[in-house]
């Protein structure tokens, strides 16, 4: 066998030897994932996954001590954003976002704010995950260095990379992950993409063969898959699991805010979903609103500045319970949430999957 074959059937390992119940990774949805969702993803046969982002270095570090103590033994994963820190402020010119404060007026919310700091440091937040040492850690919007996968490994941490394409699922591979999680254009919340922003990004079923065909370690197929037969339509093209974040959104341990549930199940949309980069700076898929609509074509200052300007807008809209001003961050599929426990949601899945390899299909 050769070294590639070798190194990839070694690799390939870190998912097998997971032992799950299904081959299922709970998306690390960063301010609705809580620790709760991420234990009982973990008692459901799954990975549980928490989206630790813009989350402090100690309330990182209490999660991860609370999920260790919950999860039963069970492999779980914390995500972390890979982001600039704008550490003395950002200066911006008013007209830039003129359109956001006639938003702001019209909503009665008065002047737009200017804060000083915008998310949490990135370095104290890795530091933290290293100290805590989960058993595996993920990354998006951006790629650390080897020498920072090789510190993880030091300490039997596991480590994905977040792609979009070809290219970055090489520069994942190149630095040394333990696997690559693919995303599909069809996937809610944040792009992942770091060489060019303002790529749009590939369906995941022509991704999935387009990465698998150049990479030797495991393939995490993101975007857009609700059910069973995407289960297995992804693992037949060659991934080694899934990640499913809108599958779990209305899960009944989902820290969803009324608003936001109201905004995905409620009938007050359609379930169309689009591309934005107005709430936050960065590309994100999420159901149409009127603020959607509204900042389509708008100059916006970068991630995460743009979303600190926006932060009082979406609370307020929150604690009315109003879905038309927050960001309603869902995949394509939307329609197809399940308002169930992750536990019942999980087992759904797998007589799902059961039925697809009753088909002729047992090798999935």
């Not at 500045?305 to 319970?321: F, H, I």
Request: one cysteine or more.
């Amino acid at each position: 066998m050769c070294l590639g074959r070798r190194l990839a059937k070694m690799s390939n390992n870190f998912i097998q030897d997971l032992n799950l119940k299904l081959p299922v990774i709970q998306a690390p949805m960063a301010g609705v994932t809580k620790s709760a969702m991420v234990i009982a993803s973990c008692r459901s046969g799954i990975v549980g996954s928490l989206g630790a982002g813009m989350l402090k270095p100690e309330d990182i570090r209490e999660s991860i001590k609370e999920i260790k103590s919950e999860a039963e033994g069970a492999p779980f994963n914390i995500n972390l954003f890979v982001i600039d820190h704008y550490g003395n402020g950002y200066d911006w010119d008013d007209r830039e976002v003129a359109w956001l404060q006639q938003y702001y007026q019209e909503q009665s919310l008065g002047e737009l704010p200017r804060p000083k700091s915008f998310a949490p440091v990135f370095k104290e937040q890795f530091q933290a995950v290293l100290e805590e040492a989960p058993p595996i850690v993920s990354f998006t919007f951006g790629i650390v260095e080897a020498s920072d996968v090789q510190e993880c490994h030091r300490r039997s941490i596991k480590v994905i990379g977040t792609a979009t394409n070809v290219l970055e699922a090489l520069e994942w591979e190149k630095v040394g992950a333990d696997a690559i999680c693919v995303q599909g254009i069809e996937a809610g919340g944040h792009r992942g993409n770091f060489l060019d922003l303002d790529d749009p990004g590939t369906g995941l079923f022509a991704l999935i063969p387009e990465v698998t065909s150049k990479v030797n370690i495991p393939v995490i197929a993101a975007g857009g898959v609700m059910d069973g037969r995407g289960i297995a339509a992804a693992k037949i093209l060659g991934a080694s699991a899934v990640q499913m974040g809108t599958a779990f959104l209305a899960s009944h341990e989902a820290a969803l805010p009324e608003a936001y549930k109201k905004g995905i199940t409620g009938g007050v949309f359609s379930h169309e979903t689009t591309l934005t980069n107005a709430f936050s700076g960065r590309y994100a898929r999420g159901v149409k609103n009127s603020f959607t609509e509204f900042g389509k074509g708008k100059h916006v200052l970068p991630y995460p500045v743009q979303n600190a300007l926006t932060q009082p807008l979406r609370k307020a809209s929150t604690q009315k319970g109003d879905p038309d001003h927050i960001s309603l961050w869902a995949g394509q599929g939307v329609n197809k949430v399940r308002q169930k426990k992750i536990s019942e949601i999980c087992n759904e899945l797998r007589l799902e999957l059961d039925k697809v390899k009753s088909n002729g299909l047992s090798k999935l």
